[in-house]
């Protein structure tokens, strides 16, 4: 994907996190059962993936041996995915989007930090820097005031 790609796409994929978030609300209210919307939507996303495989270039040419390359904490993304998603499911409408929205996605800034600052789960070191940490500290305050009601 070209660079200049790269900031809408995330854009976008944070718009529609927010979308995911009312949409999984409104289908476990239909269903009253946070389990089986999670995997509604989990069946969703499988379908997804599929239709646009063709156009990523699957293949399944040497992965077994990919697979078996990639460490154990790689493979526990399905199961913190499905956290998230029961927590979109049950929280999010009692919430609103806006502090469920605020809350999760300052959660996700400090984590990235720390996780960047000390080169975890894969990611390239960038340190700490008084930037990210005002940034940061910004965020907690955004969710403080996006709260109040």
């Known amino acids: 994907m070209s660079a200049w790609l790269l900031w809408p796409f995330a854009f ?19 269903l009253e059962q946070p389990v089986l919307a999670g995997m509604a939507v989990y069946g969703g996303g499988i379908l997804g993936l599929l239709l646009m495989s063709p156009f990523l270039g699957l293949s399944f040419a040497g992965l077994g041996g990919k697979a078996a390359q990639a460490p154990w904490w790689a493979w526990t993304g399905g199961v ?14 009692r919430m609103g989007a806006g502090p469920f929205t605020a809350v999760t ?16 789960v894969g990611f390239e070191v960038h340190p700490a820097n008084l930037w990210r940490v005002a940034g940061a500290v910004l965020m907690i305050g955004g969710v403080v005031l996006i709260a109040r009601n």
């Open 12 to 30: 976008l994929a944070g718009v529609l996190n927010t979308v995911q978030s009312g949409t999984n609300t409104t289908l476990n209210k239909a």
């Open 105 to 120: 996605l300052t959660a996700a800034v400090l984590a990235s930090l720390a996780m960047d600052h000390f080169g975890l």
């Open 80 to 93: 913190i995915g499905a956290v998230y998603v029961l927590a979109t499911l049950t929280l999010a409408g």
